[in-house]
């Protein structure tokens, strides 16, 4: 029986994978039977994620995204075994908030650096047919893009930018056989969230998760999705913008 979800013999790398989404897809991936390259902020985030893998074969990254540069050498690395790369799942991210008049070109590069230029390069390098022989790309944005909050200039425009260049990058891709789509979650249940309410009351705070009426996200509910974008069940699916917002409802 066909089952597009068995990922077994399939690897994948997996971006921001110390925390949050991105370790939650991990868990995933390996769940499913895939080896899962792991790219984390540090070595405690390694020894956090590395206990909660399914199966063997799997491979950690220590690499700071905010730095240029670096990224061939892992790539090379993942297949020094002449096992190719069957997808990337970017969930890697900074999402300051920054009001107007904090706004400066450092601010604005350090975001678009990890949001966006990491994301653009690797993409690059997986379009090389030394990487993969037929894949798919799921960058993780955000629905800042269409409902930004007060003080998310910077985060919105970098999220905004990966999913136009993800429009474009279909149609060249699909000549690779490769697809990418990118997914808008919500309030997901993160230390990312923590932190962007962690000036605000309970109320503004319950307020805010009350406008997806499927109420607050969990990690492994975006995860979920993102497999899927990585399954053959999703073949037919490329260069979109998947909402995965729990049903937003104050566009």
Same mark, same amino acid.
């Not at 949050?20 to 985030?45: H, M, P, Y």
């Not at 590069?109 to 037929?134: C, G, I, P, W």
């Given at each position: 029986?066909?089952?597009?979800?068995?990922?077994?013999? *399939? &690897?994948?790398?997996?971006?921001? !994978?110390?925390?949050?989404?991105?370790?939650?897809? =991990? #868990? /995933?991936?390996?769940?499913?039977?895939?080896?899962?390259?792991?790219?984390?902020?540090?070595?405690?985030?390694?020894?956090?994620?590395?206990?909660?893998?399914?199966?063997?074969?799997?491979?950690?990254?220590?690499?700071?995204?905010?730095?240029?540069?670096?990224?061939?050498?892992?790539?090379?690395?993942?297949?020094?075994?002449?096992?190719?790369?069957?997808?990337?799942?970017?969930?890697?991210?900074?999402?300051?908030?920054?009001?107007?008049?904090?706004?400066?070109?450092?601010?604005?590069?350090?975001?678009?650096?990890?949001?966006?230029?990491?994301?653009?390069?690797?993409?690059?390098?997986?379009? *090389? &047919?030394?990487?993969?022989?037929? !894949?798919?790309?799921?960058?993780?944005?955000?629905? =800042? #893009? /269409?409902?930004?909050?007060?003080?998310?200039?910077?985060?919105?425009?970098?999220?905004?930018?990966?999913?136009?260049?993800?429009?474009?990058?279909?149609?060249?891709?699909?000549?690779?056989?490769?697809?990418?789509?990118?997914?808008?979650?919500?309030?997901?249940?993160?230390?990312?969230?923590?932190?962007?309410?962690?000036?605000?009351?309970?109320?503004?705070?319950?307020?805010?998760?009350?406008?997806?009426?499927?109420?607050?996200?969990?990690?492994?509910?975006?995860?979920?999705?993102?497999?899927?974008?990585?399954?053959?069940?999703?073949?037919?699916?490329?260069?979109?913008?998947?909402?995965?917002?729990?049903?937003?409802?104050?566009?």
């Amino acid at each position: 029986m066909w089952n597009p979800f068995d990922f077994s013999r *399939k &690897r994948y790398i997996v971006t921001g !994978a110390g925390s949050g989404i991105g370790k939650a897809t =991990a #868990v /995933r991936l390996s769940e499913q039977g895939a080896e899962v390259c792991l790219i984390v902020l540090n070595k405690e985030q390694e020894e956090d994620v590395k206990p909660c893998l399914h199966g063997n074969g799997h491979a950690f990254y220590v690499k700071d995204l905010s730095k240029s540069g670096g990224y061939k050498e892992i790539f090379d690395d993942i297949v020094s075994d002449g096992h190719k790369i069957d997808g990337l799942v970017y969930c890697a991210g900074i999402a300051k908030i920054l009001p107007v008049a904090l706004l400066n070109k450092t601010n604005m590069d350090e975001s678009m650096t990890v949001n966006l230029y990491a994301f653009a390069e690797m993409v690059s390098l997986l379009s *090389k &047919r030394k990487y993969h022989d037929r !894949a798919s790309i799921v960058g993780v944005s955000s629905l =800042a #893009v /269409r409902v930004p909050q007060k003080c998310q200039g910077i985060y919105a425009a970098t999220k905004a930018a990966m999913n136009t260049m993800v429009t474009s990058m279909a149609i060249e891709l699909a000549e690779k056989n490769i697809r990418i789509n990118t997914v808008m979650p919500a309030s997901v249940n993160t230390k990312m969230l923590e932190k962007s309410f962690e000036d605000k009351t309970k109320e503004e705070f319950d307020l805010f998760i009350k406008k997806s009426v499927l109420g607050l996200e969990q990690p492994e509910d975006i995860a979920d999705i993102i497999l899927f974008l990585l399954s053959d069940a999703s073949r037919m699916i490329t260069g979109r913008e998947i909402y995965a917002d729990g049903g937003y409802i104050n566009f």
